[in-house]
T-cell receptor, first 115, second 112 residues
Framework: DGGITQSPKYLFRKEGQNVTLSCEQN?????MYWYRQDPGQGLRLIYY???????QKGDIAEGYSVSREKKESFPLTVTSAQKNPTAFYLC??????????????FGDGTRLSIL | AQSVTQLGSHVSVSEGALVLLRCNYS??????LFWYVQYPNQGLQLLLK??????LVKGINGFEAEFKKSETSFHLTKPSAHMSDAAEYFC??????????FGPGTSLSVIP
C-alpha cells in the first residue's frame, strides 16, 4: 500500500543536540511538507518542497533545516538553535497542479521531547 | 491573505445527535477547501474536499459539508454522531502555490 512513513515515532533530544526526523513516501508525489503541531495551535508549516533539490521556508523555519535529494525523502533536522522543540511533527505529501484541489496525505507523526 | 477560522475549539454532542462543526475562510480567489480528521497520536486523514463541482460535498464516515460563497463558510455536518467520531477536526484552505492553511481545529467529544 502507498503511504507516508515517519520515523521514529518518539524521539528525545538532549540540550545542544541536533536530531533528524525521517519522512519517506511511496505515493510518487512531487510536493512534501513538514508541520509542527502544538496543543491548541493547529498545524504550522515549517518547510515545504515542490520538487527535488528545491524547498521553501514556511512560517516557522527558524531552528530547522531540510533537504530534498530524492523525490521520496524529505528529512527534517531540528537544530540546537530551536529552543522549544517539544512538539508533534507531521510530514505530508501531495500531487501538484490540476487546479490545486489535491489533498495532502499525512504520516503518523513523530513526537519530539527534550530530556 | 487567506485564513481559516473554526468557531468553537471544543464541541460536545450526545451519541445520535447532529454534529455541526463550523469553518469560515477568507480568500481573494475561489478557494480549495478541505476537512481533515485526526485521532490521538496519528496524522490527519482527509474527510472531504470542495472541488467546485457541487456545493454539497459528501465525505467518508457519513460526513458532509456545504460550501456557501455568500457566507464564506464550509461547515461540516453529520446527522447522527457515533462514539467513534470523537477526534480533532481541521478545516483547511489551499492557496494556488500548493500551500495549505489549517484552521486551529475543533475537538469533538461524543457523550454516550
Amino acid at each position: 500500500d502507498g503511504g507516508i512513513t515517519q520515523s521514529p515515532k518518539y524521539l528525545f533530544r538532549k540540550e545542544g543536540q541536533n536530531v533528524t526526523l525521517s519522512c519517506e513516501q511511496n505515493l510518487n508525489h512531487d510536493a512534501m511538507y513538514w508541520y509542527r503541531q502544538d496543543p491548541g495551535q493547529g498545524l504550522r508549516l515549517i518547510y515545504y518542497s515542490q520538487i527535488v533539490n528545491d524547498f521553501q521556508k514556511g512560517d516557522i523555519a527558524e531552528g530547522y533545516s531540510v533537504s530534498r535529494e530524492k523525490k521520496e525523502s524529505f528529512p527534517l533536522t531540528v537544530t540546537s538553535a530551536q529552543k522549544n522543540p517539544t512538539a508533534f511533527y507531521l510530514c505530508a505529501s501531495s500531487r501538484t497542479g490540476q487546479g490545486g484541489n489535491q489533498p495532502q496525505h499525512f504520516g503518523d507523526g513523530t513526537r519530539l521531547s527534550i530530556l | 491573505a487567506q485564513s481559516v477560522t473554526q468557531l468553537g475549539s471544543h464541541v460536545s454532542v450526545s451519541e445520535g445527535a447532529l454534529v455541526l462543526l463550523r469553518c469560515n475562510y477568507s480568500s481573494s480567489v475561489p478557494p480549495y477547501l478541505f476537512w481533515y480528521v485526526q485521532y490521538p497520536n496519528q496524522g490527519l486523514q482527509l474527510l472531504l474536499k470542495y472541488t467546485s463541482a457541487a456545493t454539497l460535498v459528501k465525505g467518508i464516515n457519513g460526513f458532509e459539508a456545504e460550501f456557501k460563497k455568500s457566507e464564506t463558510s464550509f461547515h461540516l455536518t453529520k446527522p447522527s454522531a457515533h462514539m467513534s467520531d470523537a477526534a480533532e477536526y481541521f478545516c483547511a484552505v489551499k492557496t494556488s502555490y500548493d500551500k495549505v492553511i489549517f484552521g486551529p481545529g475543533t475537538s469533538l467529544s461524543v457523550i454516550p
